[in-house]
């Protein structure tokens, strides 16, 4: 059935898109507190019934937009390994791309995990992903022990690096910033037992 030349699925489909956008918005800007039923239907300028034929309550709409979140970081690492895998500059500025193109991203991602539990459940949750991405960038065998052990402690200094240069108490450039976490990559491939192809040229 159609309505206005849209079909239900489509309709819905829209109304969720509304929704997804307006809890960004109230995450990426104001924090999990800002986001409740009510203020996320007025922003998304939809009725509760709405909120409600999507998600169950507002933890599965803030899981929702980490989710999406998380998502578009792990497809930018991903398809910067693939197009450029012997520069791991590239992989670090696709990362920061996502966080700082759009900030209310960087704050969803790793700003309101440190604050509201069921983010940081899934953000722990997420980890592993995340750490199989970089152990496959410090060469070796990335199921290896060493790799992995390697890897997930990278994902810590990372996430806490990046951390506080989104919250400006690491007053250091971008450029600076990617430069450190390339070397920090290089310098720990031999702790992963093996040799990240380092840049080109």
């Not at 309505?3 to 960004?24: I, N």
């Not at 909120?51 to 991903?78: C, I, M, P, S, T």
């Not at 991203?105 to 539990?117: Q, W």
Request: one cysteine or more; glycine letters at 8%; hydrophobic letters at 50%.
């Amino acid at each position: 059935m159609t309505w206005g030349g849209t079909s239900l699925p489509e309709r819905r489909a829209v109304r969720r898109e509304k929704l997804l956008a307006a809890g960004l918005d109230l995450l990426g800007t104001q924090g999990s507190a800002a986001v409740a039923v009510r203020s996320v239907c007025r922003r998304a300028e939809l009725t509760d019934r709405y909120f409600y034929e999507n998600f169950a309550d507002r933890e599965a709409l803030l899981l929702a937009v980490y989710d999406q979140v998380a998502g578009e970081a792990k497809e930018a690492l991903e398809e910067a390994v693939r197009d450029s895998p012997h520069e791991p500059a590239a992989a670090v500025e696709a990362f920061l791309g996502v966080l700082t193109d759009d900030p209310r991203k960087g704050r969803v991602l790793l700003l309101e995990p440190m604050t509201d539990a069921a983010l940081g459940a899934r953000g722990a949750e997420l980890m592993p992903v995340f750490a199989d991405l970089v152990a496959a960038r410090l060469g070796g065998d990335p199921s290896g022990r060493a790799a992995r052990m390697t890897a997930t402690a990278l994902i810590g200094a990372l996430s806490n690096l990046f951390v506080r240069w989104l919250d400006g108490s690491l007053a250091v450039t971008r450029a600076d910033l990617v430069d450190y976490c390339v070397a920090l990559l290089l310098a720990s491939a031999s702790l992963a037992g093996g040799s990240p192809a380092a840049r080109d040229g």
